[in-house]
């Protein structure tokens, strides 16, 4: 099982539409966790942490949910822009960050 | 905020020889840094963690003898990649922590291709 899953999608969104990504981790002893954003051939970029108690940043929302080992991150009112590839990011021990293999999302006209 | 610069961002190289990636922290002191390596469609790829002033720690997989790192100092780490064949062409990026934050501050990446 890897230790961060994501749906690669892609999801095909129309601008306006709301989606909504899902992770899940296999490490419960993981301690932060992140969405980052990455569009073609660039590094990722840190969108938002994710937290218990939720966290909302303009159209994003990031929710953690450590009993079931879930994380989420929904985008309302979806822009052309946000067409990248999210992804899903844990750190555990060692301070590593372990990547998902991130989730497509293409806003369309 | 923090600012990771790492160059080159591209490169060509010929079979058989060595490129060498940098990675700065501009404007943090980074004790430690770590290399990625992403190819199509993939994930991200831990390769090593660079810790300055002593042996990098490699994944599992990662030959060490081939990707070497150095981390010399508290603001540069390289990666060299020793006899480059085609199948090392990936991207690689390098990121960084500032202090004890768990945020991680990435560089520009390297397309590397080898030829």
């Known amino acids: 099982r890897k230790e961060v899953e994501q749906d690669p999608g892609p999801f095909n969104v129309p601008e306006g539409a709301t989606v909504a990504f899902n992770c899940t981790y296999s490490?419960?002893?993981?301690?932060?966790f992140f969405w980052y954003r990455q569009d073609c051939r660039k590094e990722p970029k840190l969108l938002m942490s994710?937290?218990?108690s939720g966290n909302e940043d303009g159209r994003f929302t990031a929710q953690l949910n450590r009993a079931s080992q879930y994380i989420s991150l929904l985008i309302r009112d979806s822009k052309l822009s946000d067409s990248a590839t999210y992804l899903c990011?844990?750190?555990?021990?060692?301070?590593?960050?372990?990547f998902g293999t991130g989730t497509q999302l293409k806003v369309e006209l | 905020g923090a600012v990771v610069s790492q160059h080159p961002s591209r490169v060509i190289c010929k079979s058989g020889t060595s490129v060498k990636i940098e990675c700065r922290s501009l404007?943090?002191?980074?004790?430690?840094m770590f290399w990625y390596r992403q190819f199509p469609k993939q994930s991200l790829m831990l390769m090593a963690t660079?810790?300055?002033?002593?042996?990098?720690?490699?994944e599992q997989g990662v030959e060490k003898d081939k990707f070497l790192i150095n981390h010399a100092s508290l603001t540069l780490s390289t990666l060299t990649v020793t006899s480059a064949h085609p199948e090392d062409s990936s991207f690689y990026i390098c990121?960084?922590?500032?202090?004890?934050?768990?945020?991680?501050?990435f560089g520009q990446g390297t397309r590397l291709t080898v030829v």
């Open positions: 990121s960084a922590r500032d202090g004890y934050s768990p945020r991680a501050f």
């Open positions: 490490n419960s002893a993981s301690q932060s």
């Open positions: 994710v937290y218990s």
């Open positions: 990011v844990v750190t555990g021990g060692g301070n590593k960050l372990t």
């Open positions: 404007d943090f002191q980074a004790t430690t």
């Open positions: 660079s810790n300055e002033g002593s042996k990098a720690t490699y």
